[in-house]
């Protein structure tokens, strides 16, 4: 197992990198954990839970073992996360809140209907849970701007990950309708397939950084707000 684990990495080097660019936001999240709010949390929780999600897909990419199933799960896992930040980001607004939970309803439903039934093909879960990213990222980003009570959003947390969320979900959204296609070995390349990946995990890389460097401002964040009148 070993030999085909260091020919995986030394064949796919960006996959080690984004692979191990997962614990950047969680060890400056533990580092900073004084400081963090409660959807702070979650998010730093979904970067470890996404660590461990990439390293059983790696385990099923050396042993060359279906990864199909395995990934309809992880994607299922991802809403549940990102619903639960979308959540407790909107405290003000329930009837975003409601959008968002029925959003995560619908998906995380189709989802699991694929996942018993065997019926839709994956690029639909896949394409799905960016659309999910792109669409709470960008409610964020107009909460910032309709409240207009941040000083400083370079110093606020939740910018710069609401940026790596939606550079990701945006990054990866086109190759995700290529899903099926890309893990067809019948039609797919290696090279074509190398692509393609690269492309996704150095979006992934971005992702942690600016995920890190939002951790890393929530010591500056608790006096960055106007406050309420």
Not at 31 to 45: A, C, K, Q, T
């Amino acid at each position: 197992m070993i030999d085909h684990l260091f020919f995986t990495l030394q064949k796919y080097p960006v996959v080690a990198l984004s692979h191990l660019m997962l614990l950047l936001p969680v060890a400056i999240a533990v580092h900073r954990r004084e400081y963090l709010s409660p959807i702070l949390w979650v998010i730093g929780f979904y970067f470890l839970l996404h660590f461990i999600e990439e390293s059983i897909l790696l385990y099923y990419v050396v042993y060359k073992k279906q990864t199909a199933d395995i990934q309809k799960s992880f994607f299922l896992l991802d809403v549940l996360i990102a619903g639960q930040a979308f959540y407790l980001g909107q405290p003000h607004n329930r009837g975003l809140r409601q959008i968002g939970l029925l959003s995560c309803g619908v998906i995380g439903g189709l989802i699991l209907a694929d996942f018993w039934g065997q019926g839709l093909p994956m690029f639909i879960s896949a394409a799905l849970v960016r659309l999910l990213l792109i669409f709470f990222a960008l409610t964020y980003f107009n909460r910032i701007l309709a409240e207009n009570r941040v000083l400083k959003v370079i110093h606020h947390p939740m910018f710069w990950i609401s940026a790596g969320f939606l550079i990701y979900g945006m990054g990866t959204f086109m190759t995700s309708l290529f899903t099926d296609y890309l893990l067809d070995e019948s039609r797919t390349s290696d090279q074509t397939f190398d692509l393609f990946w690269n492309i996704g995990q150095l979006m992934c890389i971005v992702q942690c950084i600016l995920a890190a460097v939002g951790f890393w401002m929530t010591k500056l964040d608790s006096t960055n707000y106007i406050p309420s009148a």
